[in-house]
């Protein structure tokens, strides 16, 4: 297994830009997709983005153009930068592994998840 924590969220006015960070604990990080998911009050929690071992990107409709996902596997650590941010991206935001198989951008193939931390952006 391994343990991911999340750092970074905070309060942003719109228009501003946040980084997030994603420590994983333990060998089972390398050479795993790794993911964002977000989820707002009331809502789903929806993909936003991940990256493969390999590096190869995929983004939601939402968010592609202003977020940017990279990895950094010296330091078992993930990134999401995410710029122009907008009230819509309020949501708690949450590191993943996908362990499993099928599309990147469903939860279901994701099995091990850190506990979320909150951005919140202001008009």
């Known amino acids: 297994q391994v343990e991911l924590v999340e750092f970074g969220g905070g309060l942003v006015q719109a228009g501003g830009s946040l980084t997030l960070s994603c420590a994983a604990s333990?060998?089972?990080?390398?050479?795993?997709?790794m993911g964002w998911f977000r989820q707002a009050p009331g809502k789903e929690r929806e993909f936003v983005a991940s990256i493969m071992w390999i590096s190869s990107t995929y983004y939601s409709d939402s968010v592609k153009g202003r977020f940017v996902i990279s990895r950094d596997d010296a330091k078992n650590t993930v990134y999401l930068r995410m710029n122009s941010l907008k009230p819509e991206d309020t949501a708690v935001y949450y590191c993943?592994?996908?362990?499993?198989?099928?599309?990147?951008?469903?939860?279901?193939?994701?099995?091990?998840w850190g506990q979320g931390t909150q951005v919140t952006v202001s008009s």
């Open positions: 993943a592994r996908r362990g499993g198989s099928g599309s990147v951008y469903r939860r279901d193939g994701y099995d091990s």
């Open positions: 333990g060998r089972a990080y390398s050479g795993y997709t």
